[in-house]
């Protein structure tokens, strides 16, 4: 069974940091592009950042760029999302997701097959 399991959220103050965690398997990992998307209480999912399949190029949302870094670690068959000077705005259940077969350029809108659970993060004072 393909899973994708998220952790690593919480409650961090305005200013402080987070690192997210996808666990995914190693079939998964080597032959998808995966994806952090994100949503908030009333508005539409926003995917935030991806990682491409083969040669791992990293792409992200404006909102986020240069305060979020992802990256994937093969051989613990992880993909992190590390988040610097949260903002409130930040607030949201964030979601790892997968799209099996991709290997070119990622997304980030639609089209990902695979999903986890979420995982809450909160910036507030």
């Known amino acids: 069974q393909v899973r994708l399991v998220e952790s690593g959220g919480g409650l961090v103050q305005p200013g402080g940091s987070l690192r997210l965690s996808c666990a995914i398997s190693r079939f998964t990992l080597d032959n998808s592009a995966i994806a952090w998307f994100r949503q908030a209480p009333g508005k539409e999912r926003e995917g935030v950042s991806c990682?491409?399949?083969?040669?791992?190029?990293?792409y992200y949302a404006d909102s986020v760029k240069d305060r979020f870094t992802i990256s994937r670690d093969n051989a613990k068959n992880t993909v992190y999302l590390q988040m610097n000077s949260l903002k409130p705005e930040d607030t949201a259940v964030y979601y790892c997701?997968?799209?099996?077969?991709?290997?070119?350029?990622?997304?980030?809108?639609?089209?990902?097959?695979?999903w986890g659970q979420g995982t809450q993060v909160s910036v507030s004072t």
């Open positions: 990682i491409s399949a083969r040669l791992g190029s990293t």
């Open positions: 997701a997968a799209r099996i077969g991709l290997f070119g350029r990622c997304p980030l809108s639609d089209g990902y097959n695979l």
